[in-house]
């Protein structure tokens, strides 16, 4: 997280604005461990604002000298920033490419069978009203797999909380 006195970029309507971080703030005494907008941030263009840290860039290049205006943010730094990288401890070993290929080739082989053909596609909420109402946390097999294609989980645990109790 950034300290005070640290300055920053960040991407606000594909453009970069750099600033310098104030101070950090709790936004609502009630909650306490929450981090959003709890840093009171000053942009070169002289505005404050409240920020949350994970909107919020590390200057990596000394070099950035910002005049307070914006500057255009190539698809190349939008593509970086949108990407998250999972940790090595977050996934099996033998990598994330690895184990979705598994996990779809696993899902792809289960929807074969007759007893998975209830669970393949989203319930139909206009056959069943209330099923929102019963199921907490209600998903299918195909929205599983499609989000383990796009690379939807961060985390191993993510994917086994999805598919449900083990």
């Known amino acids: 997280m950034l300290l005070t006195g640290e300055r920053f970029q960040a991407i606000i309507d ?89 996990l779809l080739t696993g899902i792809d082989k289960i929807m074969e069978f007759p007893f998975a053909e209830p669970f393949t596609a989203p319930v139909d909420l206009n056959a069943y009203p209330f099923y929102c109402f019963y199921i907490e946390y209600p998903s299918d097999l195909s929205t599983i797999r499609s989000r383990i294609q796009n690379r939807f989980y961060r985390y191993y645990a993510n994917v086994k909380y999805a598919v449900g109790p083990t």
């Open 14 to 102: 594909d453009c970069w604005w750099y600033g310098t971080v104030l101070k950090k703030e709790l936004l609502d005494q009630q909650y306490m461990k929450s981090h959003f907008q709890s840093l009171v941030v000053l942009w070169d263009n002289g505005e404050e604002e409240r920020m949350s840290p994970w909107d919020l860039n590390p200057i990596e290049s000394r070099d950035v000298i910002s005049n307070g205006n914006s500057a255009p943010a190539s698809a190349e730094d939008m593509s970086s920033l949108s990407v998250y990288r999972s940790k090595s401890d977050e996934w099996p070993s033998h990598g994330i490419d690895v184990e979705c290929q598994r």
